[in-house]
């Protein structure tokens, strides 16, 4: 195993869990491999503003991160009034969360994007002097016109990239839903950003659309979450702001190496969230693809990889696909592999080891089926199908209660009345709060580790 590692970076190192033997016959190999980076200048909390910990600006090179606060400022904003108001004292906290010499902006989004602070296209420096400018900026934050995303994000990417900087992030707030631009110019916008930048999504209050605000930060390799009493707007934004912080090194990629007659069938992300990336694979020179996972601090992530080998006899074994994580060349030379696993597959006729299925693997399948029939179950309910509703769901309670994944059981108990978890046998509510069920929505790709 090998690793890359030098002043503030972290260590990465790659684990595969899986059960390599096949029967006969046997063409399917899956595999979960974890990926952990230590060693970042980031452990035992996030240093915030003023911290030489993990230094955001090396004298003669200038900042080493820059980020781009969106705002929404559409006219719905300022229903309550105190949205606006939580929203201008939520952008202030993430200020005030910055380190020094991280390059930032505030960008106000309506149906145009309007540089709130700098301006002139422009990033500040993040100092006391820059962050007291910027608060003093946001006041004249109002609400007024319409919602059009996709060109707050062109702004962000623009100047996000006028800093010749390693680590780019975004954090976006919107109450509604993007009424006053097409969905294709959105996804157009998303297609320009993608791998540029990062972007976690908030949406705040209970109007504005789930798959919208949860694709722009899946596409983004970001993360997305309701507030949905704009009263928890400051913390949630001082956290998103210390987690980008803490993030080191960007634009890490999975690489699969499979040799010939065997093909991937599909690569997720299985924790923290689960997130589809087989549609995203970069090619990477013969037989071999990369799978971008965004920017990493001190953390571990799951993946599954699911590929297709060759038929062959008993006893026989081969390499089904080496995994390595890569990370690019600043100076556009060769590569860098941070570290390696490999997954083999091994043909046996002993049929204990061949139908075992790993742990790990059977931990993960569920968690991403426990996602998917969430969001099967509430398009369900929202359509008046009750019964398929209801089948869906308790299969959801069944999943949640199996994995230990407290949190999205407590959610699912809120939609459900729950007779028994074991069974996954419910009955939906006949009331519930709106807030609820996009709570779950938002949050249905949200997974435990597996019980070692």
């Not at 908030?202 to 997305?224: F, N, Q």
Request: aromatic share 4%; proline share 5%; hydrophobic share 40%.
């Amino acid at each position: 195993m090998a690793n890359f590692s030098k002043s503030h970076v972290p260590q990465f190192s790659v684990d595969v869990y899986q059960n390599e033997y096949l029967p006969e016959g046997g063409r399917e190999v899956n595999a979960i491999v974890t990926v952990t980076s230590t060693g970042g200048g980031t452990s035992g909390g996030v240093p915030l503003a003023g911290s030489s910990a993990s230094p955001s600006y090396i004298p003669g090179q200038g900042p080493t991160a820059a980020v781009v606060i969106m705002v929404d400022c559409s006219g719905s904003m300022d229903y309550p009034p105190t949205k606006m108001r939580n929203a201008r004292d939520a952008t202030a906290a993430a200020i005030d969360t910055l380190r020094d010499g991280v390059a930032f902006a505030v960008v106000a989004g309506t149906h145009v994007a309007n540089e709130v602070y700098p301006g002139g296209g422009r990033l500040a420096t993040a100092d006391a002097r820059t962050r007291a400018q910027a608060r003093q900026a946001l006041r004249q934050l109002g609400a007024g016109g319409g919602t059009a995303i996709g060109t707050w994000l062109r702004l962000a990417d623009k100047l996000l990239n006028s800093a010749a900087v390693p680590i780019r992030h975004g954090i976006l707030l919107t109450d509604g839903r993007n009424e006053h631009e097409s969905p294709e110019d959105l996804r157009a916008a998303l297609e320009a950003c993608a791998g540029r930048f990062t972007c976690d999504a908030r949406g705040v209050g209970t109007d504005w659309e789930v798959k919208e605000v949860t694709g722009i930060a899946s596409a983004l390799l970001g993360t997305a979450d309701i507030v949905a009493d704009p009263a928890g707007l400051a913390a949630d934004f001082t956290r998103m702001m210390e987690n980008a912080m803490g993030k080191e090194v960007a634009d890490v990629s999975l690489r699969l190496w499979t040799p010939v007659g065997t093909e991937i069938v599909f690569v997720k992300q299985v924790a923290p969230t689960v997130a589809d990336v087989t549609d995203r694979r970069t090619e990477a020179g013969p037989r071999a693809g990369d799978y971008p996972t965004g920017s990493w601090g001190d953390e571990s992530r799951d993946y599954h990889v699911c590929v297709r080998v060759p038929e062959a006899g008993i006893g026989q074994e081969m390499l089904a696909a080496r995994v390595s994580l890569i990370l690019p060349d600043p100076a556009g030379g060769t590569p860098h592999t941070l570290s390696q696993g490999l997954v083999r597959a091994v043909w046996t006729d002993d049929m204990a080891a061949s139908t075992s299925i790993n742990p790990q693997v059977a931990h993960y399948t569920g968690q991403a089926e426990l996602a998917h029939v969430i969001q099967e179950g509430l398009e369900a309910r929202k359509s008046g199908d009750f019964d398929g509703a209801t089948a869906k769901l308790g299969r959801a309670v069944q999943l949640a209660a199996a994995s230990g994944n407290a949190d999205t059981a407590k959610l699912l108990a809120k939609v459900v009345d729950v007779v028994d978890a074991a069974t996954g046998t419910v009955r939906l509510k006949a009331k519930v709060a709106e807030a609820d069920e996009m709570t779950l929505e938002t949050r249905s790709t949200k997974t435990v580790r597996v019980k070692k």
